[in-house]
């Protein structure tokens, strides 16, 4: 089993930054690709942001490239977003997820994503 937990949510003005945090525990963490996902009320959980095992390649969807960065600190465990020229449509529930296929290609499907934490809420206000 793993346990993801995100923290670094908030409220943030138009324009500002913030960095989100997943601590991952219960399994070898550097053997997962990882994935942010986000959901707003009303809509589908969609595909932010992923990074394979050893963080050397990563994928964005359109709506957050140039602004998110997606890291991963193996030796903490931890893989990080930090976001940035937040919009207001960035507003909703940010989850971590976690893929241990063998395969370690990043996939933008959540229904590649074996492990999901809690998520913490973003609210960008304009």
């Known amino acids: 089993q793993v346990q993801l937990a995100e923290s670094g949510g908030g409220l943030v003005q138009a324009g500002g930054s913030l960095r989100l945090s997943c601590a991952a525990s219960?399994?070898?963490?550097?053997?997962?690709?990882m994935g942010w996902f986000r959901q707003a009320p009303g809509k589908e959980r969609e595909f932010v942001a992923g990074i394979n095992w050893g963080g050397g390649s990563t994928y964005y969807a359109d709506s957050v490239k140039g602004r998110f960065t997606i890291s991963r600190d193996n030796a903490k465990n931890t893989v990080y977003l930090q976001m940035n020229s937040l919009k207001p449509e960035d507003t909703a529930v940010y989850y971590c997820a976690a893929d241990y296929s063998p395969i370690g290609t990043i996939c933008s499907g959540y229904r590649c994503y074996d492990y999901w934490g809690q998520g913490t809420q973003l609210t960008v206000s304009s």
């Open positions: 219960g399994r070898t963490f550097s053997s997962s690709t």
